[in-house]
């Protein structure tokens, strides 16, 4: 399980020789980008594929006394997730962006490390210390842009960041202080005599914090603004992985330190649930009202992290396939949307509703692909997010959360009422407008690329499936998870 | 040497009503420093207390970052504009 | 087994290599033919199963009923096809196979999750169809895909409160979720005061549009009404009060698609009916009405699309060209005309009186006999701006020969049925043990029409006048009126302060708190 | 009716933070009540020095139990540095604040080679005493800081060049993790320092503690220049 | 090279004082570094060199290293002696101060001992500099107690002594 | 209860209170700064032991405080220090282009 | 004779680190009194760099030869020459933040 460690370490070392090399040699820098990017790849193919069953990679080989990395169906779901979406960026990146380029794959490469290293520990405070990386990476990334409006969002970000941070690493104070170890497993176990009332503050901490980051919904204010400053390839990340590598952490805490059976005696899950259904319905609603294309697509992001919670939050067998495999989809299917309007953007300085209108006959195929995103988004059939949001209501009418599950399909239709005029905006005509500039095929083939998966995943979900459907057995029966990080 | 620490931390929680009080940032920069050095000796006098000579190299190093907070201090706080507040 | 939808969704595909006119109308003509054929040798009690997400499902299965529906939407699609292959353009006609090919797989589907999936299909192809085929047609597909969406969700929560009661996703086990799969079936029936999108749509888009929308829209809703909520008598009389309705508002309307649009709706009052009483007799009256209705309702459109192809106008007055100037077209609206309103010997006639001689109730016998009437009564005023009213209006251009084709096939087929109404048990083997020319049938069959011929002599100057002002509510317009108000008042919320968003982060952090003591 | 709201808001605000305060004292209050477990730092305790070679524990835990942490913070830093570094401008750098007299340049000048040899020290050291990387990193980050306010940013950065902080950086950087990997070319795991038999020596002796004494030096390089680059960033705006 | 072998040893010193202990490896560590730091003290600080400029014989070394002890303790005594007489000010019921600002010219060149200088000032009984003037080499200086020009003298005497025997050092 | 921690939730308290009360940038820049404080003081707090000594073990000592959170509040130190470097030169481009510090002035992104 | 010499060694660092705490005390006491900037700036340099030394000295004595002792001096030598560089810095700073040294005469601080 050597390689793990490689899945942190590659993009960290990466990300740090072209620091170097960009001070001397672009070729050297591209070349550099190319070959990790491809390693890479592997590299995650490679975990992917040897994680089940879940292996430990002890760092330092200190065993329980130190760090200890993890690799669960959980945490190679989401490392497909990164290899798809990191992949896509970094091409789609190499021509799109025009300032700071250097600056913006270095930093997404420490920011994928950051996500790699919250995906794979099993420390409670190493956690924290990557969700620190990719943080600080995700503030540079809002703020590289360096106008006016990106300088806001970022600082907007940092703060409110900042301020679930505190509450998680007072937590983490908290925790390490009842248990007296860092170690998730060993926590698990030691958390079992600790009352009730404190237990409880400190996991209303841990939910606080990561919601900041979730962004669910009154804590969500600063997100939309974050996607409106930022460029778009980071919009993909920020979708795909920054809010999703929260909400991941926040479940694996919670399912593994917690335990299904205090989560539903704390009653969380309700709450989860309550929350989720609040969070998406005001999303929608506030989405609709938008002109700017990434804001309306930053809210959109809100509205799936909402489907995600409940399917995270039911405490059931399908909710927590539902919402992983939610995740998934979702990193891809925002993943299209922001690809396109990415394009828009490049070749038509285009990222207000008004400025796309007529795209439609200019770009068939790429408006195609925004059409297919969107309808799969929204959770119409036959596109992959329908098939999550199938499983995340019928996991929700199991759990007995019928309003929730009914509430899905009013947001399915909410998010329908915005995508749909945005549509209809790409295919209305309108006076010939002058491209800018010709996006190229390094642009399109990761668009496209993106938007396939929406149709495959949709119409052969079995494919993405086969791994999710193992996340359960270690996130709902912790005592798995922990025997074998335990190392029995 | 305990009394004499407590009587360094007395004279530390008088030093603090002039950071606190001000009126001026150059006094309250006075009682920094004071309230720097005077903690200085707190430290070398706990090593003797507690009988570990190793927190002597911590004031050594306390001793730097005192003088350079002083001097970027003073290098980089200025007289606030017009309107401004004055901390 | 290739199944007939997976053959036009096929096609859909295909068409993407069709570069020119020529390979659009060789595959156009293989899919369309193709699936007619393959759909007529379609043996009952065939099923296919498949995996699918730890579900057993039934994509393929045929029975007589879905042959039946299957027989005559691939008919009409070959006829529709034809009419529109040359006006439309190619990825409208891609829309228009996937339309038709998602419309094909309803009605062969043996479970809910693929039922729900092609009806979504056919909304999302259809929809973009409204709004892709013309620049007026935005608000309009919107509108519509909005409509059509509420019946989708509610069609697919209908399916969830079932398969969470039943544990099944068979459509043979329908046990709970019945008033949703009620808005979801009356969206798609454009049942009274769930009919909005339909008028509008109808009129809006360009008329080939109107022609495949009607064909299959309401029609793949009868069939899943019979498949999900069948013999739920109560029904019936709503499918009455609707059809009624839809009759008072044909009276009123001025345009030729409006006044179809909601003949429409009265026409699927019968087929509302028929299958609400649960019998088989009523069933298959429903079925051969909806084969009917499909012959002749497409024919009026494509009347209407003649007209309007040929006149570049569409109002009832403009109709007047058809009586010298378009021969043939005129033939096909007379031979319509005596087809729904049910005058023997056309086909019309054979499907009202099954219908109405498996009814028991003389209220919804008298009801069906008010429709009949409300029917010929409306046409009759379709007639009157066809035939008796001078126009001087001229063509513009003369009818393609493909919409000519269409329309003359289709109109032989419904002569070929009302002449021997046998043809249509003959083809399904299902029986109807009644005997169309009787002189009793054929007498309370016609009565209507003829009371209607006397009513509309008389009240002539009510009925064929145009009525400007009309009041139009639309409370769907008003919630959404809400919403965007809700919208906005979250919006402004969200002003930019940071402080703001800071109290709205520790707010919640304390509500959090609180919900622990 | 503004005044009121705002008063109103004022007085929400102080609950909220009062609630939160209140909350968190019966937490902190309950907590003190409760046994306290520390298994893993009696370990580290009792065995720590054997097992790391380390008697500086606070080193050991950050070098080595929990190096990747160390890693981890590392890249923080330099994220920072790298985040500064864009958002300030390339030309035009006008120095701020007040002149010193030549006196207190004189005295900088100074100390400067005391500075040297402290922060060199204290990362040389950082197993057997008290400091470490950072530390060390930290004095050594104020001689450049020194000069920058002594003789101006532009002599500064005439001296030590921006591209040479961020050259020392990644070789900080990529210096703790190629270290990290001699544990996996040693046949252990990543930052594997005892546990991959690099000796350990004498517990208290200079050169000691395995890998331990080389991180801290990757790490003082790296955080002198991380910290150096920041400082420059941040009051580079004229 | 006399002068970079002083540096060298001070250094070297330093960094043994700071180690705690001396070995072998100590030692060969400390070479190292010294050498480190005189690249690095080079870089930043070219004049802290000018400062041990030894460029006389060794007995006039000698003679220095007297005076730099003479400084040292004039140091320690003028601070305690103006601790001592603050301290009084402090605790006296009514304490009486008469404050001046007063400039003294200094005939020091070098810039090392102007610091010297300044620091000795700022340990003076009463005095503390507020600014220098580098061009007419003034010292400003804001003064406790001057109540008559005889005692402005007698003080402005006391600073040219400690100036003459820094002037012995470096000049 | 002990009053070292009631000093780590006051300081806890005064720098929440700062960064919601304040609109001025900087304080609440100095406001994070405070709550980080508090968090680290909280570190230190747990792992001191009464009559413990520091964790650099040249020769055996009978009561050594805990390692562990010290180690931690020096990485949590240095993640604090680099986000509040972060913050501050958000805070500088902020007032240079809108000329204020004023929290609720910086405000073009909305809705 | 060794023990005379330990106790009057003690009894020298005693006295020396008792001056130096009273230094520091009256500095502490001399930055409240004062009524001038500058003279608080006159307590707070001379009375501070007498007491520190003094302490250090002190501990010095106390020490006798060995490294600690002569890192002590180093402490020392490093304060002497900070110390009053700082304070100038302060003055300085002081003299540029455009604060006027008052002409104080008795009666003024009587009130
Ligand atoms: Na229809
Ligand atoms: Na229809």
Redesign the interface.
């Known amino acids: 399980m050597e390689s793990a460690v490689w899945i942190i370490l590659l993009p960290l070392l990466t990300a740090f020789f072209l620091g170097i090399f960009k001070l001397y040699s672009d070729k050297l820098f591209y070349s550099l980008v190319i070959v990790s990017m491809v390693i890479y790849l592997y590299l995650l193919i490679l975990v992917i594929n040897d994680s089940y069953p879940p292996k430990v990679y002890s760092i330092g080989n200190w065993g329980l006394l130190g760090i200890n990395l993890m690799v669960d169906s959980f945490s190679a779901m989401f490392l497909l997730i990164i290899a798809i979406l990191f992949i896509t960026v970094i091409i789609f990146s190499l021509n799109y962006i025009k300032v700071n380029k250097h600056k913006f794959i270095i930093l997404t490469y420490v920011m994928i490390a950051g996500i790699a290293g919250m995906v794979l520990t099993a420390d409670l405070f190493n956690l924290y210390v990557f969700l620190e990386v990719s943080s600080m990476s995700s503030y540079a990334l809002t703020a590289i842009k360096k106008t006016d409006k990106s300088i806001e969002s970022s600082f907007k970000y940092l703060i409110m960041s900042t301020f679930g941070s505190f509450f998680i690493l007072l937590a983490t104070i908290l925790t390490y202080y009842l248990t007296g170890t860092l170690n998730m497993a060993e926590i698990s176990l030691e958390f079992k005599s600790v009352p009730f009332m404190i237990k409880s503050t400190i996991m209303f901490f841990f939910i606080f914090g990561y919601g900041i980051k979730i962004g669910l919904v009154p804590l969500h204010a600063w997100m939309p603004d974050s996607y409106e400053a930022s460029p778009i390839p980071y919009n993909v990340l920020s979708s795909g992985l920054v809010m999703k590598s929260a909400i991941y952490a926040l479940i694996r805490l919670l399912y593994v330190i917690f335990g299904v059976e205090f989560l539903t005696e704390s009653g969380i899950l309700n709450i989860g649930v309550f929350w989720g259904v609040l969070t998406f319905i005001i999303a929608h609603t506030l989405a609709y009202q938008q002109s700017n294309l990434n804001r309306l697509l930053g809210y959109s992001s809100i509205a799936q992290i909402g489907y995600i919670t409940i399917g995270l939050f039911l405490g059931n067998e399908k909710g927590l396939i539902g919402g992983s495999f939610h995740i998934l989809n979702h990193g891809i299917m925002k993943g299209t949307l922001f690809l396109v309007l990415g394009i828009f953007y490049y070749s038509l300085k285009a990222d207000e509703i008004e400025d796309i209108q007529g795209l439609g006959y200019k770009f068939p195929v790429l408006s195609f692909t925004f059409v297919v995103a969107a309808l799969a988004i929204v959770g119409l059939p036959p596109f992959n997010g329908f098939i999550s949001k199938w499983l995340i209501i019928e996991a929700a009418i199991e759990a007995g959360f019928f309003y929730a599950a009914f509430f899905i399909l009013v947001g399915t239709f909410l998010s329908l009422t915005y995508y749909l005029k945005v549509i209809i905006k790409l295919y209305t005509k309108t006076e010939k407008k002058t491209l800018i500039e010709k996006p190229d095929l390094s642009l399109k083939l990761p668009t496209f690329f993106l938007g396939s998966l929406c149709i495959l995943f949709g119409i052969v979900p079995s494919l993405p499936l086969s791994l999710i459907n193992n996340i359960p057995k270690f996130l709902l029966n912790n005592s798995e998870y922990i025997r074998i990080l335990l190392g029995g | 040497m305990l009394y004499l620490i407590l009587a360094i931390i007395l004279s530390i929680i008088i030093t603090f009503y002039r950071l606190i009080k001000g009126p001026s940032v150059p006094d309250r920069l006075a009682a920094m420093n004071s309230i720097g050095v005077m903690f200085l000796m707190i430290l070398v006098l706990l090593s003797y207390y507690f009988e570990r000579k190793i927190y002597i190299n911590v004031a050594l190093v306390y001793g730097v970052s005192i003088f350079m907070n002083v001097l970027i201090m003073v290098k980089y706080l200025q007289k606030p504009e017009k309107g401004g507040s004055s901390d | 087994m290739i199944t007939p939808g997976f053959l036009y969704l096929a096609g859909a595909l295909f068409l993407f290599l069709a570069i020119n006119n020529k390979i659009k109308y060789i595959i156009s003509f293989l899919i369309t033919t193709g699936a007619l054929i393959i759909t007529f040798y379609l043996t009952p009690g065939y099923s296919l199963e498949i995996n699918f997400l730890n579900y057993t499902l039934i994509p393929f299965r045929v029975d007589d009923i879905s042959k039946l529906t299957g027989l005559i939407f691939t008919l009409s699609g070959l006829a529709a096809v034809f009419y529109s292959i040359n006006i439309s353009s190619r990825s409208n006609l891609q829309l228009i196979f996937l339309f038709i090919g998602s419309s094909l797989t309803v009605v062969f589907t043996g479970d809910l999750f693929i039922l729900y999936i092609f009806w979504e299909l056919m909304e999302i192809s259809s929809s973009f169809l409204i709004i892709t085929v013309s620049d007026l047609t935005k608000k309009t597909g919107y509108y519509f895909f909005l409509m059509q969406a509420v019946g989708g969700l509610s069609l697919l929560w209908g399916v969830f409160l079932n398969h969470s009661a039943t544990g099944s996703l068979s459509l043979n086990a329908i046990e709970a979720g019945i008033p949703f799969f009620m808005i979801a079936v009356g969206i798609k029936l454009a049942f009274i005061g769930l009919h909005t999108w339909m008028p509008q749509t109808y009129s809006k888009v360009p008329f080939y549009v109107t022609v495949v929308l009607s064909i299959y829209t309401t029609k793949v809703g009868v069939y899943v009404m019979y498949r999900l909520l069948s013999g739920i008598n109560i029904l019936a009389y709503a499918g009455l009060i609707s059809a009624l309705f839809g009759i008072v508002m044909a009276l009123r309307q001025n345009q030729v698609r409006k006044l179809l649009s909601y003949s429409i709706i009265t026409q699927v009052g019968y087929m509302i009916i028929g299958i609400s009483i649960g019998s088989a007799a009523g069933i298959t009256g429903a079925f051969f009405h909806l084969i009917n209705h499909i012959l002749y309702k497409t024919v009026l459109f494509m009347v209407a699309g003649v007209v309007i192809y040929t006149t570049g106008k569409e109002n009832l007055e403009d109709l007047g060209i058809l009586g010298s100037k378009l021969p043939i077209t005129s033939l096909a609206t007379l031979v319509a005309f005596m087809a729904i309103s049910g005058v023997p010997f056309f086909n019309g006639y054979m499907s009202k009186t099954i219908i109405k001689e498996a009814l028991q109730e003389p209220v919804l016998i008298w009801g069906l006999n008010l429709m009949s009437f409300g029917t010929s009564l409306m046409f009759l005023k379709f007639i009157y701006y066809a035939f008796f009213q001078n126009s001087n209006i001229n063509l513009n251009r003369k009818p393609t020969i493909s919409m000519q084709l269409g329309l003359g096939f289709l109109t032989i087929i419904m002569l070929l049925i009302g002449i021997n109404p046998f043809l249509l048990e003959n083809l399904t083997n299902i029986d109807v043990d009644i005997n169309y020319f009787d002189i009793k049938l054929m007498l309370s069959g016609i009565q209507p029409f003829l009371w209607s011929v006397i009513v509309f002599i008389l009240l002539k100057k009510y009925l064929v006048k145009e009525y400007r002002r009309f009041i139009y509510y639309d409370i769907y317009r008003e919630m959404a009126k809400i919403f965007v108000k809700i919208g906005y008042k979250l919006s402004i919320y969200h002003n930019g302060k940071l402080s703001k968003y800071l109290l709205w982060a520790t707010t919640t952090l304390i509500i959090l708190l609180s919900l622990l003591i | 009716m503004s005044r009121v709201h705002k008063i109103f808001r004022k007085f929400y605000k102080i609950g909220l933070v009062l609630f939160l305060a209140i909350f968190l004292l019966f937490i902190f209050d309950e907590i003190q009540n409760l046994d306290i477990k520390r298994y893993l730092s009696e370990h580290y305790i009792s065995e720590g020095v054997q097992e790391t070679g380390a008697i500086n524990l606070v080193t050991s835990v950050l070098y080595d139990y929990r190096g990747f942490d160390t890693l981890g913070e590392a890249t923080v830093i330099l994220t920072a540095a790298a985040t500064l570094s864009f958002m300030t401008p390339i030309k035009k750098v006008k120095m701020l604040g007040t002149e010193f007299t030549i006196i207190i340049y004189q005295t900088i000048i100074i100390i400067i080679p005391f500075l040297v040899v402290l922060g060199m020290n204290l990362i040389f050291f950082g197993h057997i005493s008290p400091g470490g990387g950072f530390v060390g990193g930290v004095i050594l980050a104020m001689i450049p800081i020194l000069v920058t306010i002594n003789y101006g940013i532009t002599f500064s950065e005439n001296k030590l060049k921006p591209n040479h902080k961020s050259l020392l950086e990644g070789i900080g950087a990529i210096g703790f993790i190629l270290l990290g990997l001699l544990g996996i070319f040693a046949g252990s795991n990543f930052l594997a320092s005892g546990q991959a038999n690099f000796g350990l020596g004498n517990p208290g002796e200079l050169i000691s503690a395995g890998l331990i004494p080389y991180l801290n030096l990757m790490i003082g390089i790296k955080v002198g220049a991380g910290l150096a680059a920041i400082f420059n960033s941040l009051i580079k705006e004229g | 090279m006399k002068k970079k072998l002083l ?1 060298f040893i ?2 070297l010193a ?2 043994l ?5 001396i ?1 072998f ?2 030692f060969l ?1 400390g070479t190292l ?2 050498i ?3 690249i ?2 080079r ?3 070219a ?2 060199f000018r ?1 041990l400029l030894m460029n006389y014989e060794v007995k006039v070394s000698f003679v220095k290293i007297y005076y730099i002890f003479l400084v ?1 303790g004039a ?2 005594y003028d ?2 002696l ?6 009084k ?3 006296e019921i ?8 007063v400039q003294i010219k200094t005939s020091l060149q070098n ?2 001992s ?2 010297i200088l ?2 000795l000032i ?2 003076t ?2 005095t ?5 003037n ?1 061009l007419n080499k003034n010292y ?1 200086i ?1 003064w ?1 107690d001057v109540r008559s020009e005889d005692e402005a003298a007698l003080k402005k005497a006391l600073i040219g002594k400690h100036e003459k025997w820094i002037a012995k050092i470096f000049e | 209860m002990e009053l070292p921690y009631v000093v780590v939730i006051i300081l806890f308290y005064l720098g929440i209170y700062t960064i919601i009360m304040n609109k001025n940038l900087i304080k609440i820049v100095v406001g994070v700064n405070i709550v980080e404080s508090s968090l680290i003081l909280l570190l230190i707090l747990i792992s001191f032991k009464l009559g413990g000594t520091a964790p650099i073990l040249d020769r055996k000592y009978e009561l050594v405080v805990d390692p562990i959170p010290q180690a931690l509040a020096l990485t949590a130190i240095v993640i604090g220090g680099s986000l509040i470097a972060v913050m501050l030169a958000l805070v500088i481009k902020i007032y240079k282009r809108y000329g204020t510090l004023n929290v609720d002035e910086i405000r073009k992104l909305r809705g | 004779m060794i023990n005379s010499i330990s106790i009057l060694r003690e009894i020298i660092a005693y006295v020396f680190l008792i001056t130096g705490t009273y230094f520091l005390i009256s500095n502490a006491i001399g930055m409240i009194r004062f009524p001038d900037f500058y003279l608080r700036l006159h307590a707070s340099s001379k009375c501070l760099i007498a007491g520190s030394i003094s302490v250090l000295m002190g501990c010095i004595v106390l020490e006798g030869i060995s490294y600690i002792s002569l890192k002590l001096i180093i402490i020392i030598i490093f304060l002497l020459i900070t110390n009053p560089v700082a304070i100038h810095a302060i003055a300085h700073f002081a003299y540029n933040y455009s604060i006027k040294p008052q002409k104080i005469v008795k009666n003024d601080i009587k009130q």
């Not at chain 5, 103006?82 to 301290?87: I, T």
């Not at chain 5, 009514?94 to 600002?101: A, V």
Request: proline share 6%.
């Open positions: 540096t001070l250094t330093l960094w004082v700071f180690a705690g202990h070995n490896s100590v560590l570094v010294t480190i730091c005189s690095i003290s870089m930043f600080a004049e802290v400062l040292v140091f320690i601070a305690f103006s601790a001592v007489r603050v301290s000010h402090v605790f009514n304490p009486s101060f008469s404050p001046k600002t810039l090392p102007i610091m300044s620091n700022a340990l009984p009463g503390l500099i507020m600014d220098f580098i400003f804001h406790i």
